[in-house]
C-alpha cells in the first residue's frame, strides 16, 4: 500500500471509529448499517485505541491489600464498580442491570 492509500484508509477508518462511537450502536451494527467488514472494523479500532493509549511494556503483577468488612448491610450497598486504566469508572453495577453494562463497556472500549 502506497503512503497515499495508507493515509486514505487512515483517515477513513478514523471517520468511521469516531461515528461509530457518537452512535450508541455495538460494533456489529454500525457495520452492517455502513456495510463494513467487522474485521477491518476492529483492526482499525485497535489500531486507534493503541495509538491513543501508551502501552506498558511490563505490566506489573503483584498483590493488593484488602479489607473485609465484618458486617455488610447488603441493602444499603451501591453495587459493583469497575475502574478503567483511563480513569473511567462505572459503579452501581447490579444483577438488573448487567444488559445496560455490557453495552457501555462495549462502547468504552
Avoid at 479489607?67 to 444499603?76: F, G, K, R, W
Wanted: aromatic share 10%; with cysteine.
Amino acid at each position: 500500500m502506497t503512503s497515499t492509500e495508507n493515509n486514505t484508509a487512515h483517515d477513513f477508518w478514523h471517520l468511521h471509529i469516531m461515528q461509530w462511537q457518537a452512535s450508541g450502536l455495538s460494533q456489529a451494527s454500525y457495520c452492517r448499517q455502513q456495510a463494513l467488514l467487522t474485521h477491518q472494523f476492529s483492526y482499525w479500532k485497535r489500531k486507534f485505541l493503541a495509538d491513543r493509549e501508551p502501552v506498558d511494556p511490563e505490566p506489573k503483577a503483584g498483590f493488593a491489600r484488602v479489607q473485609v468488612a465484618t458486617h455488610v448491610d447488603t441493602l444499603s450497598l451501591p453495587g459493583l464498580s469497575l475502574s478503567f486504566r483511563d480513569g473511567t469508572r462505572l459503579t452501581g453495577i447490579a444483577q438488573n442491570n448487567m444488559a445496560l453494562i455490557k453495552q457501555l463497556i462495549e462502547v468504552l472500549r
